[in-house]
């Protein structure tokens, strides 16, 4: 009897009154033990939720609570408060590994969880937050490297462009300690199209997935082979110290580093663009616009506020036309505008209100709409040449201008004010011919003037540094807009 008590009292205590393990309970999660649950070969210490195996001295093992399914990370290597891939960092210090990484035996995410992965994969947006307003909030870096193209040669005669690789390396110079995930950075990047003998050139490095701070930066050019280029992969010297050609008074900083700090998109410094000046300068195009025809229509006695309602109208529809066809042409992608939806969205809603009735004569509105067409989008286009955007062909002529495409800052042919201007003197030109017949005499200078500049225009957009997309489409659209100036000239003298 008394060995039985023994075997009785040896039995374990998580077993059955057959001696078979308990079953476990329905409340733990599967491949998670109770909450005070201890490894084998392990013992507890008091008091500080650490345990210790007999013998070893002080080294102790930490044994991380499971947490509920509910808040489970969402997925391996992510980071659901951040966003930011872990992958093969280590983890950070005072945390346990099992805290950084996901086990393999984790339980399945949630829908909790699976929506936290969501927000994370899209850069930390929530159902709160739009995905376009946290990109747009995000803290990044731009950096610039300035280089020399050098004098230009024989072998540029012909055209042909140089191929630059830098390297941007950065670490984050407020950060105490060992550097962490997000604390140091190595891009490459590679920019085609450089004129050589342009003068100094400005390489410009958007970097994303970065901490907030003060960055030490360096830059280095690297040669690189690049697949289908006739000629390898340029080196530049770095550019001296000094200002861009004029009429730009950009500076040229000297020298690899350079110390920047991260910044919203709209904060960013991105050398010869200026920020808010697209906004700016469309918005007061827009309201010349619709002060011009207020002025028309005052002066030849019309009524003023509807016409101007439907003036209103008509640049929401040249808004959502720049859109549309920006995204017709881009993939789908709508971060950007074209100007030829923003004339057709508008001619549009001209001609309909023209058709229906505008509560003024039919001609008098057109040619009251006209000249504020043109010179509102006159006053307009300029804010692409500061904003980095619709850019011209890099160039080594006397005629280009220093401007950037935030990414490659050169001399370029000022397609931009090219455009402008064409738009002013054309604007211009139907002001004094309305002015001069009067509103009710000249609704055909609408026809003529917006074929004249859209005829001007195909020329121009030669000069543009982009791809192609259509090889007939300016000479179609040329021809049609030639046709339209020839029919608005014979309806104007025939009137």
Not at 54 to 79: H, Y
Not at 90 to 105: D, I, N
Not at 133 to 150: F, I, M, R
Not at 197 to 218: D, F, I, K, L, Y
Request: charged share 15%; proline share 9%.
């Amino acid at each position: 009897m008394p060995q039985a008590k023994k075997r009785k009292a040896a039995r374990p205590s998580g077993s059955g009154a057959s001696g078979r393990p308990a079953a476990p309970s329905r409340d733990v999660p599967p491949g998670a033990g109770p909450e005070n649950a201890v490894p084998p070969g392990l013992a507890r210490r008091p008091g500080n939720g650490t345990t210790r195996q007999p013998g070893t001295g002080t080294a102790t093992v930490t044994v991380p609570r499971q947490p509920p399914p509910d808040i489970q990370p969402a997925l391996p290597g992510i980071r659901p408060a951040t966003g930011q891939r872990t992958a093969g960092a280590k983890p950070r210090a005072g945390k346990p590994a099992a805290v950084e990484a996901v086990s393999a035996k984790a339980p399945a995410p949630t829908a909790a969880g699976a929506k936290a992965a969501e927000a994370a994969a899209d850069g930390g947006a929530d159902d709160e937050v739009p995905r376009w307003a946290a990109k747009a909030l995000e803290q990044l870096l731009h950096v610039t490297y300035w280089l020399d193209p050098g004098e230009a040669g024989e072998a540029d005669k012909d055209g042909e462009r140089l191929t630059a690789t830098v390297r941007f390396t950065g670490q984050r110079a407020d950060v105490t300690g060992k550097p962490g995930p997000g604390d140091t950075f190595t891009q490459e990047e590679t920019y085609h199209g450089i004129a050589p003998g342009s003068g100094p050139v400005a390489v410009t490095a958007e970097v994303r997935g970065v901490n907030s701070g003060t960055w030490s930066v360096t830059a280095r050019p690297v040669r690189r082979t690049i697949a289908g280029q006739s000629r390898p992969a340029a080196v530049p010297e770095p550019a001296a110290p000094g200002r861009v050609p004029w009429p730009r008074r950009v500076t040229v900083q000297a020298g690899p580093h350079s110390t920047v700090h991260t910044a919203s998109t709209l904060r960013s410094k991105v050398p010869g663009v200026i920020r808010y000046a697209y906004a700016c300068l469309v918005a007061l195009g827009v309201l010349t616009g619709l002060a011009i025809v207020g002025v028309l229509l005052s002066t030849g006695h019309y009524p003023v506020l509807r016409p101007e309602l439907l003036s209103v109208a008509a640049v929401a529809a040249g808004v959502i036309g720049g859109k549309a066809w920006y995204a017709a042409v881009s993939g789908g992608k709508w971060d950007g505008w074209c100007i030829q939806g923003f004339v057709g969205g508008a001619a549009v809603v001209v001609a309909v209100v023209a058709v229906i009735g505008p509560g003024v004569p039919k001609g008098a509105f057109l040619a009251a709409a006209t000249p504020a067409l043109l010179i509102g989008m006159g006053i307009g286009r300029h804010a692409c040449f500061w904003a980095g955007c619709c850019t011209g062909r890099p160039t080594a002529s006397r005629w280009g201008i220093w401007s950037s495409d935030r990414r490659l800052g050169c001399r370029r042919m000022p397609v931009q004010l090219y455009e402008a201007w064409t738009a002013l003197v054309v604007g211009a030109a139907s002001l004094g011919v309305v002015l001069a017949l009067g509103l009710s005499r000249s609704g055909a200078v609408g026809v003529i003037a917006l074929a004249a500049y859209t005829l001007v225009r195909q020329g121009i957009l030669g000069l543009r540094d982009e791809p192609r997309h259509w090889r007939y489409g300016r000479v179609l659209t040329a021809s049609l807009a030639a046709a339209a100036l020839i029919a608005g000239v014979v309806l104007l003298i025939v009137a």
